[in-house]
């Protein structure tokens, strides 16, 4: 691609975001970086002077979202790659979660990404064509012990993404579900919440620590080719998992759900719905 597309990133100070931010920049294209903390990126602003814009933002203040939106659109005059990316983590028992912390954190990864997509579609429409990635996560398929609220506001996100995908697709715009396996994006340290612990749960977080053991995943800068290669493509899919080893994850899981339907179809068909 000659000309130089114009990028708009949510979350871009950290993990993902910055990653998917240095690949755009280093490919010669424009970046508008949106996050509520921009320092991280000064040493980006410093090198690419002309070709990078932060915006400070929080997803949460559907107005400011509206507002910023506005000013990155008119940085650099249009927006080709928008990356619905911003997002926190909540972990700990469902039992456990607070009212006000399953509200914050379904602000930001559902609410947040809602108000984006419908901040950025008026503008992708009117030009008629744009992309839009919404970045959920491997586990859409299935619920985990202690991360559930994260996977039902990305399992959300992914569903509004499917629609999303069907009413802007007349108007030359595309959406592609970006299912990110686990990478080092600091978003068990840094972005995340955690609940009170209660001790009926030791057991079970033993258990957990154990399985998922110390390893922090590969560093987000080995998914940003995958990104770049995805914007390429004239005719992106749909939804895309980003992660061998996260693929197979997958598969397995939609194997075994397979499995459950099959195993008790004949149940399932005494009910003519």
Not at 249 to 269: F, G, H, K, P
Request: charged share 20%; no cysteine.
């Amino acid at each position: 691609m000659t000309t130089a597309r114009v990028w708009f990133i949510t979350g871009a100070s950290r993990g993902l975001g910055r990653a998917f931010t240095e690949a755009a920049l280093a490919a010669g294209d424009r970046v508008v970086a949106a996050a509520r903390d921009l320092a991280p990126l000064a040493d980006l602003a410093e090198k690419y002077q002309q070709d990078l814009v932060r915006l400070p933002l929080d997803v949460t203040d559907r107005a400011a979202v509206q507002e910023q939106t506005a000013r990155a659109v008119a940085a650099f005059g249009r927006l080709d790659v928008v990356v619905n990316n911003a997002g926190v983590m909540l972990y700990g028992m469902l039992e456990e979660a607070t009212e006000e912390q399953v509200r914050a954190h379904l602000d930001v990864n559902l609410f947040g990404a809602i108000w984006v997509s419908q901040a950025v579609v008026p503008y992708l429409r009117a030009q008629g064509s744009g992309h839009i990635l919404q970045v959920t996560s491997m586990g859409t398929g299935g619920g985990f012990a202690a991360v559930g609220l994260y996977a039902a506001g990305k399992s959300a996100l992914d569903s509004i993404g499917a629609s999303l995908a069907m009413e802007v697709e007349p108007f030359g715009v595309k959406v592609t579900i970006v299912q990110m396996g686990g990478y080092d994006t600091g978003l068990f340290t840094t972005g995340t919440t955690a609940t009170d612990a209660m001790p009926e749960y030791a057991p079970l977080r033993a258990r957990l620590a154990e399985m998922w053991g110390d390893e922090a995943g590969p560093d987000p800068s080995t998914a940003a080719p995958v990104i770049m290669e995805l914007v390429d493509m004239p005719e992106p899919p749909p939804r895309l998992i980003v992660g061998g080893a996260s693929y197979d994850i997958v598969q397995q899981m939609d194997a075994e759900r397979t499995r459950t339907y099959r195993a008790w179809e004949s149940l399932s068909r005494k009910a003519p719905g």
